[in-house]
């Protein structure tokens, strides 16, 4: 496997709060946008908190491939263990569940819950800390900090 680093830049906006990033789809699909996320979650966990993390969505569009560059992000920086549901698939309250069961450190939902989803329609990624609870607002804050560098 070949793993290299990829040069990117900030965008701004991207700040989740207790629900997470919810955004419209086209703007998760810009190139770098969702990457450039998931790092920040990443470089908000301590390292010894990097072990495992699971990973799973609701389905809607762009989960598939959501799914994906959440990997590839993962595995380029180490992350030991990543639990996925079947096609990137688990409810949220599954990956609360097995973030629990399994010990794992953490775990990034795909879902804008409520809202609607498609071409065109909203779009949401969040991380949940080891409880399987949303992450509290020093995390969140944490992972918008590291979004702007």
Same mark, same amino acid.
């Given at each position: 496997?070949?793993?290299?680093?990829?040069?990117?830049?900030?965008?701004?906006?991207?700040?989740?709060?207790?629900?997470?990033?919810?955004?419209? !789809?086209?703007?998760? *699909?810009?190139?770098?946008?969702?990457?450039?996320?998931?790092?920040?979650?990443?470089? /908000?966990?301590?390292?010894? *908190?990097r072990?495992?993390? !699971? !990973?799973?969505?609701?389905?809607?569009?762009?989960?598939?491939?959501?799914?994906?560059?959440?990997?590839?992000?993962?595995?380029?920086?180490?992350?030991?263990?990543?639990? !996925?549901?079947?096609?990137?698939?688990?409810s949220?309250?599954?990956? /609360?569940?097995?973030?629990?069961k399994?010990?794992?450190?953490?775990?990034i939902?795909?879902?804008? /819950?409520?809202?609607?989803?498609?071409?065109?329609?909203?779009?949401?990624?969040?991380?949940?800390?080891?409880?399987?609870?949303?992450?509290?607002?020093?995390?969140? *804050?944490?992972?918008? *900090?590291?979004?702007?560098?």
């Amino acid at each position: 496997m070949d793993i290299r680093p990829v040069a990117t830049k900030p965008f701004a906006g991207q700040k989740p709060g207790t629900s997470g990033l919810r955004k419209k !789809v086209d703007v998760f *699909q810009q190139p770098h946008y969702l990457a450039n996320f998931v790092q920040s979650i990443v470089n /908000s966990l301590p390292r010894d *908190q990097r072990d495992c993390l !699971v !990973v799973g969505g609701d389905g809607r569009y762009f989960n598939a491939e959501a799914t994906q560059i959440i990997l590839q992000v993962l595995v380029g920086n180490g992350i030991k263990q990543v639990l !996925v549901g079947a096609g990137g698939l688990l409810s949220t309250p599954a990956v /609360s569940h097995l973030i629990r069961k399994s010990n794992a450190n953490g775990g990034i939902v795909l879902s804008a /819950s409520h809202n609607p989803g498609g071409p065109g329609k909203d779009f949401g990624i969040k991380f949940n800390n080891a409880s399987g609870s949303p992450a509290p607002e020093a995390v969140t *804050q944490a992972i918008y *900090q590291n979004t702007q560098s």
